[in-house]
């Protein structure tokens, strides 16, 4: 696979499908006369956050994907006539879209920029809401819902690979977080919106995100990494003065880049014999490692069964109960994204996992108990309640670390130039066993509630041993320093 091409007409052909503009290319003095909105970009900061408040409409739509077929279960159901396992198949079908995008996100975000990337995402999601909210029987349901997959696929991969790539290092923690923070979002606000509105309606709603997103795209500077590995040294240097503001020294942080990129192009075709070697190798493990125990730990299949749980626990109203832990999850996260550059990585995941663990043998001795517990006794009720306070503080728990710092963590860790292959293979990773989990979570709580929570604590355990043994901090570290240290 060739990962650069040295005559120009070749860069040429590899220009940024939405090119970075002129707009940022001015002087400082020149920049001032387009008013108070270039002023505003002078300040570094705000320019990043501005342009990763952008992007995060991306996994806000990966976040209402996740979310709208739970509140509108009931209701497509009898308008369409479908069976539960027709519904069953609805609602796997986004996670084999996104198993398909996650393959091609890769070389997508590499060929035709991160940017593009995210515009070429925007664009089935989009008709897969209308295919959704116009449907009229389950095969344009399914085709909706194949191609709002297929964009969230890309965007898993493409948008926190792209916060990581244009953040400064003492906010690069926070910043990837907010990735994971907008899916919670999307999830939350698909759960609020189904209270009040129909699965039609709530489908045309999904539409919002993307169509805000793909204008706002022209609007943002491409990752300035990405730039310098295709050659463009005149963008590259512009789109990184306009992310650390028109008034900032950037020649250090452009001296960085420039010798990783040259390094990483010496050898321009990367073979499978060439993983052996750690520098390879070790990122990889550890960013499929990662995004493996993420979803293995069942957090979709213990999401998938919450209403369940909340009956057993005598909460009336289940669809209202998931709105509150949607909000919690929205809170937590929230919490991680101020915590991560202070705590750093290493710390939030070894105590994510561990409450993780605790909280999964929880709910597994309420379920071993209530096994053999009268229904009518008291024991059974408390058991019920015991099993809701476990939930919670599994969602809290993964919220604050298991959930958002895998993303953060593979787009750190990844070398330059295996980045597209390799975030492929960890992004198609994860949605593998994401679906895995999902079809095969109504199977084993059938077979065994407390059966199925052990199983999930031990691999969340395992996540305890996998963090500490091989997962290194990469707090307040650059790209370059991080993906050096595995030389």
Not at 18 to 25: D, N
Not at 159 to 183: D, F, T
Not at 186 to 204: C, D, E, P
Not at 238 to 266: C, P, Y
Request: charged residues 15%.
């Amino acid at each position: 696979m060739s990962f650069r091409d040295d005559n120009e007409e070749s860069r040429d052909l590899r220009k940024p499908f939405l090119h970075t503009g002129s707009w940022y290319k001015m002087s400082s003095r020149q920049s001032s006369i387009m008013g108070s909105s270039a002023q505003v970009l002078r300040d570094g900061s705000i320019s990043v956050v501005l342009c990763v408040l952008i992007v995060a409409l991306g996994p806000i739509q990966f976040g209402f994907t996740c979310g709208y077929s739970s509140p509108t279960q009931a209701q497509i159901i009898s308008d369409l006539k479908l069976s539960i396992s027709e519904y069953s198949v609805f609602g796997s079908l986004s996670n084999v879209g996104a198993m398909v995008g996650a393959i091609a996100s890769g070389q997508i975000a590499e060929y035709i920029g991160r940017k593009g990337s995210l515009m070429i995402a925007a664009i089935p999601n989009i008709l897969g809401w209308l295919a959704i909210s116009f449907a009229k029987d389950s095969s344009f349901l399914f085709m909706g819902r194949l191609l709002e997959g297929f964009g969230v696929g890309i965007i898993s991969y493409t948008v926190p690979v792209y916060i990581a790539e244009i953040s400064p290092q003492n906010m690069r923690g926070s910043l990837g977080s907010v990735n994971q923070l907008s899916v919670t979002i999307g999830i939350m606000l698909a759960y609020l919106l189904g209270l009040f509105t129909n699965w039609r309606v709530l489908a045309v709603l999904g539409i919002l995100p993307c169509t805000i997103l793909i204008p706002s795209l022209f609007f943002i500077p491409e990752s300035p990494r990405w730039l310098a590995k295709m050659g463009m040294m005149e963008d590259f240097e512009a789109s990184l003065q306009v992310l650390r503001g028109f008034d900032t020294d950037i020649s250090v942080e452009v001296n960085e880049i420039k010798r990783a990129v040259a390094s990483s192009s010496k050898r321009t075709t990367i073979r499978f014999a060439d993983l052996k070697r750690k520098r390879y190798w070790y990122p990889l493990m550890v960013g499929i490692g990662l995004l493996m125990l993420q979803q293995l730990s069942g957090i979709n299949g213990v999401l998938f069964y919450s209403s369940n749980i909340f009956k057993r626990a005598g909460v009336s109203s289940s669809n209202a109960a998931t709105f509150g832990l949607g909000a919690i999850q929205v809170i937590a996260t929230g919490v991680t994204t101020w915590l991560v550059d202070k705590a750093g990585r290493r710390l939030l995941l070894l105590v994510s996992s561990s409450g993780m663990t605790l909280s999964l043998l929880l709910v597994a001795v309420a379920f071993y108990v209530e096994d053999i517990a009268s229904e009518d006794s008291g024991l059974y009720s408390i058991m019920g309640i015991l099993s809701l306070v476990g939930l919670v503080a599994l969602v809290i728990s993964f919220s604050l670390g298991v959930g958002a710092i895998p993303w953060l963590i593979m787009s750190e860790i990844l070398p330059l130039n295996i980045k597209g292959l390799a975030g492929s293979v960890a992004t198609l990773a994860n949605w593998l066993i994401s679906w895995a989990i999902t079809m095969t979570a109504n199977l084993l709580l059938t077979w065994s509630g407390g059966g199925t929570f052990t199983i999930y604590a031990i691999v969340a355990a395992f996540t305890i041993v996998f963090v500490a043994l091989w997962v290194p901090e990469t707090k307040g570290r650059s790209l370059e320093e991080i993906q050096s240290s595995f030389r």
